[in-house]
């Protein structure tokens, strides 16, 4: 139905953060990954009443950034700020995507133990099929320690499937 990614031409100047996520740009790139592919579905309007939309987040590494800062702060005896906590878990920012965007389908994180994009679509087909969503938007994203945050984000449903 959509497809995102992070970063596309023309976002070069780095990602806007998020109120309430700090330190890291996880879930930055997630939210911003995550509107770009639902305005491209559904535009300005947003989702129509009724769509049940779902939410899968999958990634291996996590909040990498925020944990080896939360690691690195607990080793030399620092105090750890309250919103690392939150952002911690996945499916904090997952949730921050379907308040806002009023998505009334599960969400669901995972951490894949083979192919990512297989992964997700798996569990967005258990989604579908079960009858929990009508549609469901699938995000994969990676931190790796040597290169730029990556992301990818899918609005799978009425048979599409990218």
Known sequence: MA????PEGGDGGGVAGVPGFVHSDFAP???AVAERCLRRGYGSAGVPAGVRTGVV???ASGDRVSAEHVRATVESGGRIGPLFFFQ???NSVA???AARWGLRGPVVCLSPTGDPYA???TEADLLLYDGDADEVLLI???QAPDTSTEAVAVLLGGGARP
């Open 57 to 59: 987040l999958v990634s």
């Open 140 to 142: 994969l994203i990676e």
């Open 29 to 31: 790139v997630v939210v």
């Open 119 to 121: 992964d997700g679509t």
């Open 95 to 97: 949730g921050h995507i």
């Open 3 to 6: 497809r995102a990614w992070w």
């Open 88 to 90: 911690s878990v996945p």
